[in-house]
């Protein structure tokens, strides 16, 4: 029992699988996707300050590195599955709050609890730092996806996961980070050479282009 439980359970998300039960061609663990966010999302608070936003960056941070620690208890859902209905979405968070509440109360001692109470709550709000959380969430996803289907993978979860994903980013168009990965890193995701490259970037441009257009 104690904190020793906690950093051994570090180890174990090394090997908690990203999208399980589908054919992959690159595996990714939750350990992996919460570094990749951090540091994406440090780019994306960068662009965001550049712009003359305040940055809390220690909150930034401590939600993005603990964004999907909670999964170590449900394992990772798969992104159609989980995004299905608010109803269910929903339903996912409480169960791993109350895991995580639990896990807290058994391993960590009384006076620091109420740290990891809040570290271990879903990051994903209406702040700035939880706006940004939410897109560097989203673009991790995107990459992941987006390799599959370079690769020529015929599963077609990823490309409901790459729509999905571009999808919740756009909803965030009017953070300066949003606007700069989409005009100044989405357009040489695009210009890479894959298999079926000309529907996708068919499908991008429409779902930016509609995006666009709700602005007007």
């Not at 399980?20 to 966010?37: C, D, I, L, N, Q």
């Not at 990772?76 to 299905?84: E, G, L, Q």
Request: aromatic content about 12%; glycine content about 4%; hydrophobic content about 35%.
């Amino acid at each position: 029992m104690g904190v020793h439980n906690y950093f051994k359970s570090l180890s174990d998300l090394e090997k908690l699988i990203r999208c399980p039960g589908k054919f992959k061609y690159h595996e990714h663990t939750v350990a992996s996707h919460s570094f990749k966010v951090t540091k994406i999302a440090q780019f994306l608070g960068t662009i965001e300050e550049k712009n003359g936003q305040e940055v809390n960056w220690k909150t930034l941070y401590e939600k993005a590195l603990n964004h999907d620690y909670a999964e170590l208890f449900t394992g990772d859902i798969k992104t159609p599955v989980k995004y299905a209905s608010k109803e269910l979405r929903e339903l996912f968070s409480q169960v791993e709050e109350e895991m995580s509440k639990k896990f807290i109360e058994k391993e960590f001692p009384e006076d620091i609890q109420g740290a990891y109470f809040a570290r271990f709550k879903e990051g994903k709000d209406d702040t700035l730092e939880g706006k940004i959380l939410s897109v560097a969430d989203k673009i991790d996803l995107l990459y992941e996806s987006f390799g599959e289907i370079q690769k020529g993978n015929p599963e077609p979860l990823f490309w409901e996961i790459y729509q999905e994903a571009l999808s919740t980013i756009l909803k965030f168009k009017e953070l300066a980070s949003v606007q700069y990965f989409l005009n100044d890193i989405l357009p040489d995701m695009q210009n890479e050479r894959f298999i079926d490259q000309s529907e996708l970037n068919e499908i991008t441009d429409k779902m930016i282009s509609s995006a666009i257009n709700e602005i007007k």
